[in-house]
């Protein structure tokens, strides 16, 4: 499969890159909605490439979807919001449609690289990994972005989280490489369907958002996530997850539920 989930148009004179998708960003819940994550994926590429040779890196990314990302061709940007040495704070936004409108917002805290290496620790050690199971059904049997990812879940955490590592097999687009941080991004939206706590066929519980604080890049291109959602009493859920690679642990993210029962 080497089919990625954008190829670039054009960049136009306003400093926007023009994108088609393709089918493989299709939701599973339905297929003329983009899955979160190529989305994410897209728009914290174009913020990485404004950091370059900055001596920042991304410690935190915070992504708004703002309405139903069409599978359709998309316009992205980016741009510093709030400039600094130190620490700066970047954003990129995603349109869409007849009416140019904007679908997602991503914002990003960018701050400065030292030397704490003698002092780093992880509050979660590695995942230990065990045997691979096979996904969850409602996941294997879809098409579009289901189709381009492998998932190998786990055996359930002793606290209940469910577990699972997943690898993107495509890549981001045909026009630059994929960073790990992107690889990540292609996946980490995935994390409310590995905790989730409805039966997929009786309740919809779609994110608004995904946020995700990284004490350390990533490294490689297959990433676990241990996640866990709850459902509140009026409609309205979470789902947060830790994050890892192969080394260990990365960080953690956050998802807000719309949950409705179809």
Do not use: C
């Not at 990003?108 to 996904?135: C, F, K, N």
Request: hydrophobic share 40%; glycine share 8%.
């Amino acid at each position: 499969m080497n089919a990625g989930y954008y190829r670039l148009v054009h960049r136009n004179d306003a400093g926007e890159a023009v994108f088609e998708s393709s089918e493989l960003t299709a939701s599973v819940w339905g297929p003329d909605l983009q899955h979160g994550s190529p989305p994410l994926a897209l728009l914290t590429r174009e913020i990485e490439e404004l950091l370059t040779d900055s001596g920042q890196r991304i410690g935190r990314l915070s992504l708004d979807i703002l309405g139903a990302i069409p599978v359709a061709p998309v316009k992205v940007r980016a741009w510093v919001q709030r400039p600094g040495r130190r620490i700066r704070l970047l954003e990129a936004e995603m349109r869409a449609g007849d009416d140019d409108r904007p679908v997602a917002r991503l914002s990003a805290w960018a701050l400065a690289i030292g030397d704490t290496a003698a002092v780093s620790t992880d509050r979660h050690p590695p995942l230990i990994e065990g045997p691979a199971l096979p996904p969850p059904a409602w996941f294997a049997q879809n098409a579009g972005y289901a189709q381009s990812v492998q998932w190998r879940a786990q055996p359930e955490s002793r606290d209940g989280a469910a577990v699972a590592w997943l690898r993107p097999q495509v890549p981001l687009s045909d026009d630059r490489p994929t960073t790990a941080l992107q690889r990540l991004a292609m996946v980490v939206d995935s994390a409310n369907g590995i905790g989730a706590a409805l039966p997929v066929d009786q309740y919809v519980f779609m994110n608004t958002d995904t946020v995700v604080h990284l004490h350390r890049l990533p490294t490689g291109d297959e990433f676990g996530m241990r996640a866990r959602a709850s459902i509140g009493p009026d409609g309205i859920g979470a789902t947060t997850a830790e994050l890892f690679d192969h080394t260990g642990f990365i960080g953690t993210s956050a998802q807000t539920l719309l949950v409705q029962k179809r």
